[in-house]
């Protein structure tokens, strides 16, 4: 619309017929944001005349007046209309609007301008002439003639109109930063001057169930037309989380102390027949009985889990967001509290788990896991612009809305490994570090839609063995990281140190011998006796004790006992060997298995033949005929074979074979275990070493060569 017509505008929005204000209020929301336009608009008294269609009239005209006056904020013009006379009404018109009327376009207007005045003092770059014209205050009269109005627009989150959800979501992101702001619009850490009431306003907001809808909005598929708010609700959620952890804790505050007394009093000291340390109350009774007076535990809050008996220092890193997290804890769990600290209390002092400081360090967990120091609004919603909008998975963080589920279930992830680990109170950092690796494992890798009571029972179900491979991992990658080459030297020391091992104990298989059959049979019932007709044959195979020769025999049956070598007639020199082969297949491990069985050779039964598995010994030996080879060249052959009934038994013969021969093991089972003795002895060496000890300097006296001031030439070594 052209600025040459704003004065019939300006007049058909005056005008008694309906139909008329109607079209021109219309025609003016889709005009009114462009700034030029909107500045002649307002020169010309077009707010004064604005204001009275919102005051009077209603419908589409209503609607279209309050989109009109949004759009003109939206361009940061048009302020004055709340500094004028009958601002407190026409603010009141408003909230009115948004508790009585039922039309969606109407409420949408409507809670797009309250945002506007409430978010005012936090965008506002220039002075507010009137600061109570904006912000929360310039609500509250109006909420106190209409108090279901935090209801009522809470009851909008539910709304299956984005648009008008996501205008009541930034209306309460917009109360809630006002809240939590003083008058210069700053964060600040203390519960004083203006903003001394925010506590009561964000405790009434979340008694509404905000935080419970937004979860379940965060969740859903709506995400697109609500990412902004949604983005600034998770951000100024981390804000609130901050202040409360720089609120610190002091007992001259009555909410503090009476916070603190809550917990004692949570914990039954009246039912308590011991003291901490298992001490009979006798002194305490006798008193008692002679005063008429009662004489306080000296572990009254050591035994709560504390280090001394004066906690409130021992809230210094986590705040009073560290005591709320405490209390919640002991409020949910009732007489689990009390039965938790009685079992604790039947255990000596240094075994027992500290439940306060346990939840402290579950605290501090959640905030470094959520990194609550590093949020941003501005910055967030920069990336989530520049991610294309699509990649909510690793924006959105629905289950830092639960903290409080998340911490109470952490806590007892806490107190059932600190069990299963038979920890004492020396050991609390490391515990510490298996919660820490629990909740990123389970928290941090769970997806978006994961619903809460689901991580609640993997966090509590999670297996002890495989969190601790998780931390070995970890581990190893950090000193990965930190080490470098170091790592990989040690790496390559103890692969060779485990294929030695590894070599030997193969090795020692040989020195034992086995029973090999002669021929291999399918069927499964054929067995052979002393008594029985001989259908097959047995080999017995056993290397020399010098490791030199390989000696061999064959019998009818097997014997109750080893044959000893005098016995075996058959006898090979390993250095006329030319070559192992056999079929069992290198990468082939599903039937193989490492056992402490897989060495046991004498066997009282014929095993199951689950396969034809055959090991030949070859060696050089003379062309008997001229005619074959030119020079006489030396031919192979197979001069031994065996047949091995099991794959465990084929690979021990044949890699200790080929190791015999210094020829590097094939089979699956054999790699398997040379890995798997390298990676413990790995793990072994990086649970002996400190983080720290890359860093340090070398000990004292490290390094300086002994004088030899004093000595002589008159010395002996003593044998």
Avoid at 73 to 96: A, H, K, N, P
Wanted: hydrophobic share 40%; glycine share 6%.
């Amino acid at each position: 619309m052209d600025q040459a017509d704003i004065p019939a505008l300006l007049s058909r929005l005056s005008s008694d017929e309906d139909a008329m204000r109607k079209m021109a209020v219309f025609k003016l929301q889709s005009s009114i944001n462009d700034p030029s336009f909107a500045d002649v608009f307002i020169s010309s008294g077009g707010l004064n005349i604005l204001r009275r269609l919102i005051m009077s009239t209603g419908g589409n005209t209503l609607a279209y007046s309050l989109q009109s006056l949004s759009r003109l904020l939206e361009v940061d013009m048009g302020w004055e209309i709340f500094e004028s006379v009958g601002s407190g009404e026409l603010v009141e018109r408003v909230v009115e609007l948004i508790v009585t009327h039922p039309l969606v376009n109407i409420l949408r207007g409507a809670m797009s301008i309250l945002v506007a005045i409430v978010s005012h003092p936090q965008t506002s770059r220039g002075a507010i002439r009137i600061p109570g014209a904006f912000g929360f205050r310039a609500l509250k009269p109006a909420i106190a003639v209409y108090p279901q109005f935090f209801e009522m627009v809470v009851v909008q989150l539910n709304s299956a109109d984005h648009a008008l959800c996501a205008n009541a979501l930034m209306l309460l992101n917009a109360l809630m930063r006002d809240a939590i702001t003083n008058d210069g619009g700053k964060e600040t850490g203390k519960v004083g001057g203006t903003g001394e009431e925010w506590p009561k306003s964000i405790k009434r907001l979340q008694d509404l169930g905000v935080i419970k809808a937004v979860y379940i909005l965060m969740q859903s598929s709506a995400l697109q037309d609500l990412a902004h708010p949604l983005l600034e609700f998770q951000a100024l959620t981390k804000v609130l989380l901050r202040k409360w952890r720089d609120v610190k804790v002091e007992l001259e505050r009555p909410e503090h102390r009476r916070a603190l007394k809550s917990l004692h009093l949570a914990s039954a000291p009246e039912k308590k027949g011991h003291y901490g340390n298992g001490g009979t109350r006798v002194e305490e009774l006798a008193d008692a009985g002679k005063k008429g007076s009662r004489k306080h535990n000296p572990e009254k809050w050591r035994r709560l889990g504390f280090e001394s008996e004066s906690p409130a220092w021992e809230f210094d890193v986590t705040g009073f967001l560290g005591m709320m997290d405490l209390t919640d804890f002991v409020t949910k769990r009732g007489d689990g509290f009390q039965k938790l600290l009685l079992e604790q209390s039947s255990r000596p002092m240094s075994e027992r788990c500290p439940v306060a400081r346990a939840s402290l360090a579950v605290t501090s967990i959640l905030y470094e896991h959520f990194e609550v120091d590093k949020s941003d609004v501005e910055d967030a919603k920069s990336y989530l612009v520049l991610d294309g909008m699509k990649n909510y998975d690793k924006i959105f963080r629905p289950l830092l809305l639960q903290w409080s589920r998340l911490h109470t279930a952490s806590l007892q992830s806490f107190f059932r490994l600190w069990k299963a680990t038979g920890a004492a109170q020396k050991d609390f950092d490391k515990v510490a570090e298996l919660v820490r690796i629990l909740i990123e494992q389970v928290v941090g890798q769970a997806s978006r839609t994961k619903d809460i009571q689901e991580v609640e029972e993997e966090l509590s179900e999670f297996d002890y063995l495989r969190l601790r491979e998780l931390q070995m991992e970890l581990l190893e990658l950090t000193f990965e990281d930190e080490w470098g080459h170091h790592l990989v030297q040690v790496r390559d020391e103890l692969q060779h140190e485990a294929l030695q091992f590894v070599k030997e104990q193969r090795i020692r298989c040989l020195l034992s011998g086995a029973w090999f059959p002669r021929t291999p049979h399918k069927d499964d019932g054929l067995r052979i006796g002393p008594r029985g007709p001989v259908s097959q044959t047995w080999r017995f195979v056993k290397l020399s004790h010098n490791r030199r020769y390989l000696h061999y025999a064959d019998f009818p049956f097997q014997t109750p006992s080893e044959p000893v070598l005098d016995e075996l007639n058959g006898k090979i020199d390993l250095g006329t060997i030319s070559s192992v082969v056999s079929n069992v297949s290198a990468s082939n491990d599903e039937t193989s298995s490492i056992s402490s069985t897989s060495t046991l050779k004498t066997l009282s039964h014929t095993p199951k033949q689950t396969s034809t598995t055959k090991i030949t010994i070859n060696s050089f030996v003379a062309s008997e005929t001229k005619s074959q080879s030119s020079g006489n060249d030396p031919s192979e052959r197979a001069i031994l074979t065996l047949m091995p009934p099991t794959h465990s038994l084929a690979s021990e013969w044949l890699d200790g074979l080929l190791m015999l021969l210094n020829q590097a093991p094939i089979t699956a089972e054999t790699n398997k275990l040379v890995s798997l003795v390298s990676e413990y002895g790995l793990k072994i060496r990086l649970l002996n070493v400190r983080l720290d000890d890359g860093y340090a300097g070398p000990p004292e006296g490290a390094g300086v060569v002994p004088s030899r001031e004093g000595l002589d030439d008159d010395y002996y070594y003593e044998v």
